[in-house]
Antibody, heavy 122, light 110 residues
């Protein structure tokens, strides 16, 4: 059974750095074709893909946020970490950790965590 | 503004067939697979259709996907009340080197 669980702060102040952890089970991030990524959804709005890290440490970022995002993995602990700098109230959203299967245009976001709501407010 | 364009809403009565469109461009839908995700109220999205028209295990065959040129469609036949959800299309975009989503379509079963 595949599970992904997001964890981290629910409230951050403007200009602070957000760090979220995704802890997963049921698959390995050392398997070819496997990636773990982050997708966010502001309240009442659409999904937005942020970043993804592949089994071989290849990383992809959405261009508009590239300079604010970092993604890393700890394969031994089955964890992926998202860091987003200089948080702003417009970054208030539910952040989902997702399992991606396949590469680039062949990738589907196969399984999703339950999501964690992060509010940016002073 | 989303890269892929979907109608904000759709509706139908139980048993009806409804379709949801997704419009893109030569850098995404025209040259790459389309994926559809279903988000039931208060829950995380779920993969509904992959590689244009393939259904993951457990997804009823009432759901089907198609693609033509720079547009794609999701069709739902035999509409049920439990199909009420938000639906999102997604694809890889060659120009952005990343995945893009549509703005989502809220399906209401009347």
């Amino acid at each position: 059974q595949i599970t992904l669980q997001e964890s981290g702060p629910t409230l951050v102040k403007p200009t602070q750095t957000l760090t979220l952890t995704c802890t997963f089970s049921g698959f390995s991030l050392t398997t070819s074709g496997v990636g773990v990524g982050w997708i966010r959804q502001p309240p009442g709005k659409a999904l937005e893909w942020l970043t993804l890290i592949y089994w071989d440490d290849d990383k992809r970022f959405t261009p508009s946020l590239r300079n604010r995002l970092t993604i890393t993995k700890d394969t031994a602990k089955n964890q992926v970490f998202l860091t987003m700098t200089n948080m702003d109230p417009v970054d208030t959203a539910t952040y989902y950790c997702v399992l991606g299967l396949g590469q680039y245009q062949l990738l589907s976001f196969f399984s999703w965590g339950q999501g964690t709501l992060v509010t940016v407010s002073s | 503004q989303s890269v892929l364009t979907q109608p904000p809403s759709a509706s139908g009565t139980p048993g009806q067939r409804v379709t949801i469109s997704c419009s893109g461009s030569s850098s995404n839908i025209a040259t790459n697979y389309i994926y559809w995700y279903q988000q039931l109220p208060g829950t995380a999205p779920k993969l509904l259709i992959y590689k244009n028209n393939q259904r993951p295990s457990g997804v009823p065959d009432r759901f089907s996907g198609s693609k033509s040129g720079t547009s794609a469609s999701l069709a739902i036949t035999g509409l049920r009340s439990e199909d009420e959800a938000d639906f999102y299309c997604s694809a890889w975009d060659d120009s952005l080197s990343g995945w893009v989503f549509g703005g989502g379509t809220r399906l209401t079963v009347l």
